[in-house]
């Protein structure tokens, strides 16, 4: 298994989410001077350790503070914590642990709407380094560490955030593309689908959108989720006096339905307000 995800070994050809995984997005870190003052070329960065496999973000040198804005893809399937440390390196170039945190699984499937948060590094840790993960510098996150005023605080902070991606809804909807029917409309041609969302409670209910809205909130969907970009998507069409003929609609028509399945096992719908607004989604 490599040490980061690829759009191959998370999701299957269909784009089924296949494992649970968690999206962290390292963000900044802020107050170091207590670890910077004893150290000539401080140059902190964040570690991610599941098991074997680690995440890292790129050294910044620093005496204070640093932005990251670096994003990692941690597959959690049959894990029970991750362990996020603060980290530096010696003179030799090897890892330094200087603070670190556990998170439970059932800490980080709490956050499945996204969960950002300033981690406070124990002021405990600050009177020494530890050269591993045995050395007893790590602590189980509970809420106090958590800061809520990170702008009047003084403690060394991470500003981190957390997605989980589950497996347990992955299968909670099912889209289907019932009609389309192409309109001429001042001068504009253009192709209106309508799908039948079936949820698994029983619920069911009708959309009518256009290719450029759904085109629209892909785009919306790749800023926040790089992986939706390979999943398998019509090109635009251009049309001015003709209609799409009936073969090009019906595998448009399909492959529209294929990508709005494959988007909703991804559970995006619950990460996603402009997605969630399109589907016109009732609360699950």
């Known amino acids: 298994m490599a040490s980061s995800l690829t759009t191959t070994d998370t999701y299957s050809e269909y784009g089924y989410l296949k494992y649970p995984y968690l999206s962290v997005k390292v963000i900044e870190l802020r107050n170091l001077e207590s670890f910077s003052e004893n150290s000539q070329e401080f140059s902190p960065y964040i570690k991610f350790t599941r098991d074997s496999y680690s995440f890292k973000t790129r050294p910044k040198q620093t005496k204070n503070s640093a932005f990251y804005m670096e994003n990692f893809d941690i597959q959690l399937d049959g894990f029970e914590s991750l362990t996020c440390c603060l980290m530096d390196h010696d003179e030799f170039d090897g890892d330094i642990v200087i603070s670190g945190v556990i998170f439970s699984i059932e800490t980080l499937k709490q956050w499945k709407k996204g969960k950002q948060l300033w981690i406070k590094f124990s002021e405990n840790d600050l009177s020494e380094t530890f050269s591993s993960l045995e050395d007893g510098c790590l602590k189980t996150f509970t809420e106090d560490m958590e800061e809520k005023n990170p702008n009047n605080s003084k403690s060394p902070l991470a500003l981190l955030e957390f997605t989980y991606f589950g497996l347990e809804t992955s299968k909670e909807i099912q ?110």
């Open 175 to 284: 889209i289907e593309i019932i009609s389309h029917e192409t309109i001429i409309k001042d001068g504009e041609v253009f192709t209106e689908y309508q799908m039948l969302l079936a949820r698994k409670d029983g619920m069911n209910w009708k959309v009518k959108f256009r290719y450029s809205q759904l085109r629209e909130i892909r785009s919306k969907l790749i800023k926040k989720f790089r992986e939706i970009k390979h999943l398998r998507f019509p090109s635009k069409t251009f049309t001015i006096k003709r209609k799409l003929k009936g073969k090009v609609v019906e595998r448009r028509k399909i492959e529209i339905e294929n990508f709005l399945n494959c988007v909703v096992r991804g559970q995006y719908q619950n990460h996603c307000k402009e997605f969630n607004e399109f589907l016109n989604l009732p609360d699950i």
